[in-house]
């Protein structure tokens, strides 16, 4: 059951340019969840942004959220190679809270 | 210094056998959360438990066990059920409510030949 659509798929920027990332989802949600996963390694989590609220930041990371579109966007600005990863966008299952369902991810490339 | 620990990082097995993956927190985290990626996938979510001596089905449950008898442990059991079992396993534990952020583990590579 999938929630949560990442666009696009996959991203490559040179190092310094804003990097800019896309969710959409199906069903009501009262937060919506981004996080980051380098090959192969476990997920990070990176922001949280609550359904009553529209942006949210964190360092270089900029999350919003428009519930009437039901769409998230994470922008990365001035991207580094480090930053070099798959993300993830994640939302409660519909059938309760107790689950994250998440979305196929887009894979950022940085390119020095 | 608290986390989730998965062991071991590659797991290698013979087709027909049952294998167990560990997963061990110290986060005192309640719920806990067993996932399946494929290469270029998503998570895809096998089991989840939300204390202990209690567990749900995932998405993709069939072919898999798990047990929650300690907090602290959540083993997931990939069973010779399991049509295709070769994939990277991902542990999580919830800190907070319901829909609050998961801790992810570093992950179990399985191969089954």
């Known amino acids: 059951s999938q929630q949560g659509e990442e666009d696009p798929q996959a991203l490559s920027i040179q190092e310094g340019e804003n990097a800019t990332m896309n969710c959409s989802y199906k069903t009501s949600i009262n937060n919506l969840q981004w996080y980051r996963q380098n090959s192969g390694r476990g997920l990070v989590h990176l922001i949280l942004?609550?359904?009553?609220?529209r942006e949210k930041h964190s360092g270089r990371l900029r999350v919003t959220l428009d519930t009437s579109k039901k769409s998230s966007s994470l922008l990365i600005t001035a991207s580094r190679a480090a930053d070099t990863a798959s993300y993830f966008c994640?939302?409660?299952?519909?059938?309760?809270?107790?689950?994250?369902?998440f979305g196929q991810g887009t894979r950022l490339t940085i390119n020095p | 210094d608290g986390g989730i620990t998965q062991s071991p990082k590659y797991l290698f097995r013979k087709e027909g056998q049952n294998v167990t993956l560990s997963c061990e927190q110290n986060?005192?985290?309640?719920?806990m959360y067993w996932y399946r990626q494929d290469p270029g996938q998503g998570l895809r979510l096998i089991y989840y438990?939300?204390?202990?001596?209690?567990?749900q089905k995932g998405d993709i449950a069939e072919g898999y066990s798990v047990s929650r008898e300690k907090k602290e442990s959540f083993p997931l059991t990939v069973t010779s059920a399991q049509k295709n079992p070769t994939a990277f396993y991902l542990c999580?534990?919830?800190?907070?409510?319901?829909?609050?952020?998961?801790?992810f583990g570093p992950g179990t590579r399985l191969t089954v030949t």
């Open positions: 438990s939300q204390i202990v001596n209690d567990f």
């Open positions: 994640a939302t409660p299952g519909k059938e309760g809270a107790q689950k994250l369902v």
């Open positions: 942004i609550r359904s009553n609220e």
């Open positions: 986060l005192n985290h309640d719920a």
């Open positions: 999580a534990s919830r800190s907070g409510g319901a829909g609050g952020e998961q801790y």
